[in-house]
Nanobody, 126 residues
Framework: QVHVVESGGGLVQPGGSLRLSCAAS????????MGWFRQAPGKEREFVAA????????DYADSVKGRFTISRDNAKNTVFLQMDSLKSEDTAVYYC???????????????????WGQGTQVTVSS
């Protein structure tokens, strides 16, 4: 069992930056791929970024590529999402998720993740 808790959301102006954190419990965190997803009002949950269990491989949605960076600190059981050059269309609730197995590849599908946090709101507005 893995529990994840997101933090770091808030209100930011267009062009600004935010850093989201995802703190995870469980001794298997360092062996699980992790992902970030987001959901805007009236829209389906969509993939943002994912990182392999070792941190050596990352994947991004085209809409955030070049602006967002996913990273992890396995010693602190934490995954980060650095968001730069934010746009109004980035406004959403951001969710962190953990893959169900260990030493598996990451996934860009919500169905590929079993453990989800409660989400953190990111609002980009002037």
């Amino acid at each position: 069992q893995v529990h994840v808790v997101e933090s770091g959301g808030g209100l930011v102006q267009p062009g600004g930056s935010l850093r989201l954190s995802c703190a995870a419990s469980g001794r298997t965190f360092s062996r699980r791929a992790m992902g970030w997803f987001r959901q805007a009002p009236g829209k389906e949950r969509e993939f943002v970024a994912a990182i392999s269990w070792s941190g050596s491989s990352t994947d991004y949605a085209d809409s955030v590529k070049g602006r967002f960076t996913i990273s992890r600190d396995n010693a602190k059981n934490t995954v980060f999402l650095q968001m730069d050059s934010l746009k109004s269309e980035d406004t959403a609730v951001y969710y962190c998720a953990a893959r169900p197995g260990v030493h598996t590849s990451s996934s860009n599908r919500p169905a590929g993740y079993d453990y989800w946090g409660q989400g953190t709101q990111v609002t980009v507005s002037s």
